[in-house]
């Protein structure tokens, strides 16, 4: 693999100090306080340069990996090995994504917490996830030959999305990604029947 230029590097450092200078600043100040001139003037560039970085505004500040994640997910599926089903790729790739030290869990909390502690960038994550889901289920439609408007492709893309969702909520989250695609891979069974009383 080919490794990227000075120009490259010194790129993503640059975008890198944004994004950390901007969510140190959010979750001590607030997001709504904070703006992005001051963004700017901590990670010591201008207020052309973190938007030629950050074209989405203020929120993409925060959703810094947006596009990335999103590529990762298509990839888990698009790229999958050979034999493996979309519903085991899905849940590999969700998994991965909860693999972190107890450090890394406190700090998603952190985020988790300034994210709904702020209207404008819940909004902003109900928008970027329905991008994700959409684009889950343009290569899920892709890879099993069905039209994008099917369905099934609509909901496993749907679920898919809304384990990572529901996952992060999760005490062990990598326990929740198995419980819920265990229950896409296998059905509801008879976990909900109701034995009557003799």
Do not use: C, N
């Not at 450092?13 to 700017?40: I, K, M, N, S």
């Not at 069905?146 to 909520?169: F, G, I, K, N, P």
């Amino acid at each position: 693999m080919t490794q990227p230029g000075r120009r490259e590097r010194k790129k993503a450092q640059t975008r890198t100090a944004l994004a950390d200078a901007a969510l140190r600043l959010f979750t001590e100040r607030g997001y709504e306080e904070v703006t992005v001139t001051e963004v700017a003037e901590a990670a010591d560039v201008s207020v052309t340069t973190l938007f030629k970085h950050f074209p989405g505004g203020k929120e993409s500040l925060v959703f810094d990996q947006d596009h990335s994640q999103r590529d990762a997910l298509v990839a888990a599926v698009r790229e999958r090995p050979a034999g493996q089903s979309i519903l085991d790729a899905m849940r590999v790739h969700l998994r991965s994504l909860h693999d972190y030290s107890p450090v890394e869990r406190a700090l998603l909390h952190q985020f988790l917490d300034l994210v709904r502690r702020s209207a404008a960038l819940s909004e902003y994550a109900d928008r970027m996830w329905l991008r994700y889901e959409q684009a889950l289920a343009e290569v899920i439609a892709e890879e099993v030959g069905a039209d994008v408007r099917d369905m099934r492709v609509q909901a496993l893309a749907r679920y898919a999305v809304d384990a990572h969702t529901l996952a992060e909520r999760a005490d062990d989250p990598q326990r929740a990604i198995d419980t819920i695609f265990d229950l896409l891979t296998t059905g509801w069974g008879d976990y909900g029947a109701v034995s009557a009383e003799p």
